[in-house]
Protein backbone atom coordinates (compact mmCIF):
# COMPACT_ATOMS: atom_id res chain seq x y z
CA UNK A 1 0.00 0.00 0.00
CA UNK A 2 1.03 3.45 -0.84
CA UNK A 3 -0.71 6.62 -0.01
CA UNK A 4 -0.27 9.53 -2.53
CA UNK A 5 -0.30 12.80 -0.31
CA UNK A 6 -0.46 16.37 -1.09
CA UNK A 7 1.91 19.08 0.20
CA UNK A 8 0.96 22.30 -0.20
CA UNK A 9 3.15 24.09 -1.87
CA UNK A 10 4.17 28.01 -1.75
CA UNK A 11 3.53 30.19 1.56
CA UNK A 12 2.21 27.14 3.66
CA UNK A 13 5.25 25.09 2.78
CA UNK A 14 7.56 25.71 5.56
CA UNK A 15 4.81 25.80 7.91
CA UNK A 16 3.40 22.19 7.01
CA UNK A 17 6.98 20.63 6.29
CA UNK A 18 7.86 21.70 10.08
CA UNK A 19 4.87 20.50 11.12
CA UNK A 20 5.34 16.52 9.93
CA UNK A 21 9.09 17.19 11.72
CA UNK A 22 7.24 17.46 15.05
CA UNK A 23 4.59 14.86 14.04
CA UNK A 24 7.47 12.54 13.43
CA UNK A 25 7.79 12.98 9.75
CA UNK A 26 10.72 13.96 8.16
CA UNK A 27 10.22 15.63 4.84
CA UNK A 28 13.09 16.30 2.43
CA UNK A 29 12.23 18.94 -0.67
CA UNK A 30 15.53 19.22 -2.67
CA UNK A 31 15.70 21.99 -5.45
CA UNK A 32 12.90 22.33 -7.96
CA UNK A 33 11.23 18.65 -7.79
CA UNK A 34 7.71 18.40 -7.08
CA UNK A 35 8.54 14.93 -5.37
CA UNK A 36 9.48 15.72 -1.65
CA UNK A 37 11.02 12.23 0.41
CA UNK A 38 9.16 11.37 3.34
CA UNK A 39 11.28 8.77 5.77
CA UNK A 40 8.31 6.68 5.18
CA UNK A 41 8.06 3.86 2.90
CA UNK A 42 3.76 3.82 3.16
CA UNK A 43 3.89 7.74 1.72
CA UNK A 44 4.58 9.29 -1.19
CA UNK A 45 4.55 12.93 -1.68
CA UNK A 46 3.91 15.08 -4.24
CA UNK A 47 4.30 19.38 -4.11
CA UNK A 48 0.94 21.17 -5.00
CA UNK A 49 -0.51 24.75 -4.67
CA UNK A 50 -3.20 24.83 -2.08
CA UNK A 51 -5.43 26.24 -4.31
CA UNK A 52 -5.41 22.64 -6.66
CA UNK A 53 -5.34 20.35 -4.20
CA UNK A 54 -8.74 19.84 -3.79
CA UNK A 55 -9.58 19.18 -7.06
CA UNK A 56 -6.65 16.28 -7.67
CA UNK A 57 -7.47 14.77 -4.35
CA UNK A 58 -11.40 14.89 -5.43
CA UNK A 59 -10.21 13.36 -9.10
CA UNK A 60 -8.02 10.77 -7.35
CA UNK A 61 -4.74 11.60 -8.57
CA UNK A 62 -3.73 12.17 -5.17
CA UNK A 63 -5.42 9.65 -2.11
CA UNK A 64 -5.02 12.60 0.45
CA UNK A 65 -3.51 16.12 0.98
CA UNK A 66 -3.50 19.34 3.09
CA UNK A 67 -5.03 22.86 1.51
CA UNK A 68 -7.57 25.51 2.80
CA UNK A 69 -10.99 24.99 3.87
CA UNK A 70 -11.54 27.57 1.32
CA UNK A 71 -9.66 26.14 -1.45
CA UNK A 72 -12.19 22.93 -0.67
CA UNK A 73 -15.19 25.42 -1.38
CA UNK A 74 -14.04 27.35 -4.52
CA UNK A 75 -13.18 24.31 -6.13
CA UNK A 76 -16.57 22.59 -4.81
CA UNK A 77 -14.63 20.07 -4.53
CA UNK A 78 -16.47 16.66 -2.56
CA UNK A 79 -13.83 15.11 -0.64
CA UNK A 80 -14.03 13.45 2.88
CA UNK A 81 -12.25 15.76 5.84
CA UNK A 82 -10.21 13.94 7.65
CA UNK A 83 -8.89 16.41 10.11
CA UNK A 84 -9.02 20.08 11.02
CA UNK A 85 -5.42 21.28 11.14
CA UNK A 86 -5.16 24.62 12.38
CA UNK A 87 -2.25 26.31 11.48
CA UNK A 88 -0.93 28.86 9.01
CA UNK A 89 2.36 30.47 7.63
CA UNK A 90 3.09 32.99 10.08
CA UNK A 91 1.84 30.33 13.28
CA UNK A 92 -1.17 28.97 14.54
CA UNK A 93 -4.59 30.37 13.79
CA UNK A 94 -7.32 30.86 11.25
CA UNK A 95 -7.00 33.74 8.42
CA UNK A 96 -9.97 35.14 6.65
CA UNK A 97 -11.14 36.29 3.40
CA UNK A 98 -12.65 39.83 3.71
CA UNK A 99 -14.30 42.07 1.57
CA UNK A 100 -12.47 45.05 1.65
CA UNK A 101 -12.64 49.18 0.25
CA UNK A 102 -10.35 51.97 -0.01
CA UNK A 103 -10.72 53.65 3.37
CA UNK A 104 -12.63 56.74 1.83
CA UNK A 105 -15.11 54.82 -0.48
CA UNK A 106 -18.99 55.27 -0.50
CA UNK A 107 -19.32 51.37 0.09
CA UNK A 108 -20.67 50.80 3.43
CA UNK A 109 -21.95 47.09 3.11
CA UNK A 110 -21.67 44.60 0.23
CA UNK A 111 -25.30 45.77 -0.84
CA UNK A 112 -23.82 48.64 -2.16
CA UNK A 113 -21.63 46.25 -4.15
CA UNK A 114 -24.55 46.07 -7.16
CA UNK A 115 -23.34 46.72 -10.79
CA UNK A 116 -19.62 47.30 -9.07
CA UNK A 117 -16.21 45.53 -9.66
CA UNK A 118 -14.90 43.06 -7.24
CA UNK A 119 -11.22 41.45 -7.57
CA UNK A 120 -9.99 38.40 -6.21
CA UNK A 121 -8.37 34.93 -6.50
CA UNK A 122 -11.34 33.05 -5.41
CA UNK A 123 -14.05 34.05 -7.88
CA UNK A 124 -16.49 31.50 -7.01
CA UNK A 125 -16.66 31.87 -3.43
CA UNK A 126 -17.06 35.52 -3.92
CA UNK A 127 -20.06 34.72 -6.51
CA UNK A 128 -21.27 32.52 -3.89
CA UNK A 129 -21.29 35.13 -1.56
CA UNK A 130 -23.02 37.83 -3.54
CA UNK A 131 -25.74 35.94 -4.18
CA UNK A 132 -26.48 34.78 -0.41
CA UNK A 133 -27.30 38.77 -0.63
CA UNK A 134 -29.05 38.89 -3.71
CA UNK A 135 -25.83 40.88 -5.16
CA UNK A 136 -25.10 41.11 -8.91
CA UNK A 137 -21.43 42.37 -9.24
CA UNK A 138 -18.90 41.88 -11.96
CA UNK A 139 -16.18 39.57 -10.12
CA UNK A 140 -12.61 39.18 -11.89
CA UNK A 141 -9.61 36.78 -11.36
CA UNK A 142 -7.09 38.78 -9.76
CA UNK A 143 -3.60 37.48 -10.30
CA UNK A 144 -1.87 39.01 -7.64
CA UNK A 145 -1.07 42.29 -5.82
CA UNK A 146 -4.79 42.16 -5.30
CA UNK A 147 -4.32 45.03 -2.73
CA UNK A 148 -3.52 47.67 -5.17
CA UNK A 149 -6.32 47.28 -7.45
CA UNK A 150 -8.72 49.52 -5.46
CA UNK A 151 -9.70 52.42 -6.47
CA UNK A 152 -8.44 52.81 -9.85
CA UNK A 153 -8.66 48.56 -10.94
CA UNK A 154 -11.69 47.54 -9.18
CA UNK A 155 -14.66 48.89 -6.54
CA UNK A 156 -13.87 46.16 -3.82
CA UNK A 157 -11.48 43.25 -3.67
CA UNK A 158 -11.89 39.69 -1.39
CA UNK A 159 -8.94 38.93 -0.44
CA UNK A 160 -7.67 36.61 2.45
CA UNK A 161 -5.92 38.08 5.81
CA UNK A 162 -4.32 36.59 9.03
CA UNK A 163 -3.37 40.07 10.69
CA UNK A 164 -5.20 42.54 8.37
CA UNK A 165 -1.68 44.39 8.01
CA UNK A 166 -1.30 44.42 4.36
CA UNK A 167 -5.23 45.65 3.98
CA UNK A 168 -4.30 48.67 6.53
CA UNK A 169 -0.69 49.15 4.33
CA UNK A 170 -2.70 50.05 1.11
CA UNK A 171 -5.24 51.86 3.25
CA UNK A 172 -8.04 49.81 2.51
CA UNK A 173 -10.74 48.66 5.16
CA UNK A 174 -12.34 45.54 5.66
CA UNK A 175 -16.31 45.42 5.39
CA UNK A 176 -17.55 41.90 6.14
CA UNK A 177 -15.67 39.04 6.59
CA UNK A 178 -16.84 36.46 3.96
CA UNK A 179 -15.05 33.29 5.19
CA UNK A 180 -13.01 32.05 8.28
CA UNK A 181 -10.54 29.35 6.78
CA UNK A 182 -8.00 26.69 8.18
CA UNK A 183 -6.15 24.43 6.65
CA UNK A 184 -7.77 20.46 6.22
CA UNK A 185 -6.72 17.16 6.05
CA UNK A 186 -8.45 15.96 3.25
CA UNK A 187 -9.34 12.51 1.83
CA UNK A 188 -10.78 11.01 -1.67
CA UNK A 189 -13.69 9.39 -1.30
CA UNK A 190 -12.26 6.22 -2.24
CA UNK A 191 -8.93 6.00 -0.88
CA UNK A 192 -10.86 6.48 2.51
CA UNK A 193 -12.85 3.48 1.79
CA UNK A 194 -9.36 1.59 1.23
CA UNK A 195 -8.97 0.21 4.81
CA UNK A 196 -5.12 0.40 4.67
CA UNK A 197 -5.16 3.63 3.21
CA UNK A 198 -7.73 5.16 5.65
CA UNK A 199 -5.66 3.86 8.33
CA UNK A 200 -2.60 5.43 7.46
CA UNK A 201 -4.57 8.56 7.08
CA UNK A 202 -5.64 7.95 10.44
CA UNK A 203 -2.21 7.65 11.57
CA UNK A 204 -1.32 10.95 9.95
CA UNK A 205 -3.94 12.94 10.90
CA UNK A 206 -4.04 12.15 14.94
CA UNK A 207 0.13 12.95 14.69
CA UNK A 208 -0.81 16.15 13.19
CA UNK A 209 -3.18 16.87 15.54
CA UNK A 210 -0.93 16.24 18.40
CA UNK A 211 1.84 18.34 17.10
CA UNK A 212 -0.59 21.55 16.88
CA UNK A 213 -1.54 20.60 20.09
CA UNK A 214 1.95 20.72 21.68
CA UNK A 215 2.38 24.14 20.19
CA UNK A 216 3.37 26.76 22.84
CA UNK A 217 3.35 24.04 25.56
CA UNK A 218 6.25 22.52 27.79
CA UNK A 219 6.67 20.32 30.19
CA UNK A 220 7.72 20.47 33.78
CA UNK A 221 9.29 17.95 35.87
CA UNK A 222 10.22 17.95 39.82
CA UNK A 223 11.07 16.58 42.69
CA UNK A 224 8.56 17.94 45.20
CA UNK A 225 8.42 17.57 49.13
CA UNK A 226 5.92 15.13 50.28
CA UNK A 227 4.21 17.81 52.88
CA UNK A 228 4.36 20.37 50.19
CA UNK A 229 2.54 18.80 47.85
CA UNK A 230 -0.90 19.75 47.81
CA UNK A 231 0.67 23.47 48.10
CA UNK A 232 2.34 22.98 44.90
CA UNK A 233 -0.46 21.23 43.00
CA UNK A 234 -2.88 24.76 44.03
CA UNK A 235 -0.90 26.57 41.61
CA UNK A 236 -0.16 24.09 38.94
CA UNK A 237 -2.26 24.19 35.29
CA UNK A 238 -2.62 20.85 33.50
CA UNK A 239 -4.39 19.56 30.35
CA UNK A 240 -6.15 16.62 32.55
CA UNK A 241 -4.26 16.25 36.18
CA UNK A 242 -0.34 16.62 37.23
CA UNK A 243 1.54 12.84 37.07
CA UNK A 244 3.06 12.29 40.70
CA UNK A 245 4.87 9.54 40.99
CA UNK A 246 6.91 7.91 44.28
CA UNK A 247 10.68 8.29 44.74
CA UNK A 248 12.86 5.88 46.77
CA UNK A 249 12.91 8.72 49.20
CA UNK A 250 9.34 8.37 50.64
CA UNK A 251 9.95 11.99 52.08
CA UNK A 252 9.79 13.05 48.29
CA UNK A 253 7.16 12.79 44.96
CA UNK A 254 8.12 13.41 41.22
CA UNK A 255 5.62 15.70 39.85
CA UNK A 256 5.39 15.98 35.88
CA UNK A 257 3.19 18.48 34.31
CA UNK A 258 2.16 20.10 30.71
CA UNK A 259 1.39 24.00 31.25
CA UNK A 260 1.28 26.96 28.78
CA UNK A 261 5.18 27.85 28.01
CA UNK A 262 4.58 31.34 28.40
CA UNK A 263 3.69 30.05 32.36
CA UNK A 264 6.14 28.60 33.01
CA UNK A 265 9.11 31.52 33.55
CA UNK A 266 6.89 33.23 36.36
CA UNK A 267 5.84 29.74 38.05
CA UNK A 268 9.39 28.32 38.15
CA UNK A 269 10.62 30.69 40.53
CA UNK A 270 7.25 30.47 42.82
CA UNK A 271 8.16 26.38 42.68
CA UNK A 272 11.78 26.94 43.97
CA UNK A 273 10.45 29.36 46.77
CA UNK A 274 7.97 26.00 47.24
CA UNK A 275 11.02 23.43 48.52
CA UNK A 276 10.44 21.85 44.60
CA UNK A 277 13.86 20.44 43.40
CA UNK A 278 15.90 19.50 40.17
CA UNK A 279 12.77 21.47 37.85
CA UNK A 280 12.89 20.49 34.69
CA UNK A 281 11.40 22.27 31.63
CA UNK A 282 11.36 20.51 28.12
CA UNK A 283 9.82 21.24 24.98
CA UNK A 284 7.27 18.48 23.71
CA UNK A 285 6.61 17.71 20.15
CA UNK A 286 2.96 16.05 20.39
CA UNK A 287 -0.08 15.96 22.82
CA UNK A 288 -2.32 13.42 22.31
CA UNK A 289 -5.38 13.54 23.84
Known amino acids: MTLRLGIPKGSLQDATVDLF ?13 YY ?4 DEEVECMLLRAQEMARYVEQGVLDAGLTGYDWVIENGADVEEIADLVYSKTGSGRARWVLAV ?33 VSARVEFS ?20 TGASLRANNLRVLETVLETNTKFIANREAWKNPAKRRKMEQIALLLKGAIEA ?23 ALQKPTIAALTDDNWVDVTVVLEERLARDLIPELKRMGAQGIVEFPLNKVIE
Request: zero cysteines.
Open 21 to 33: RKAGFKITISGRS
Open 36 to 39: PVID
Open 102 to 134: PRDSAIQSVRDLQGKRIATEAVNLTARYLAQHN
Open 143 to 162: WGATEVKPPDLADAIVEITE
Open 215 to 237: EGKVGLLMNVPRDRLQTVLAVLP
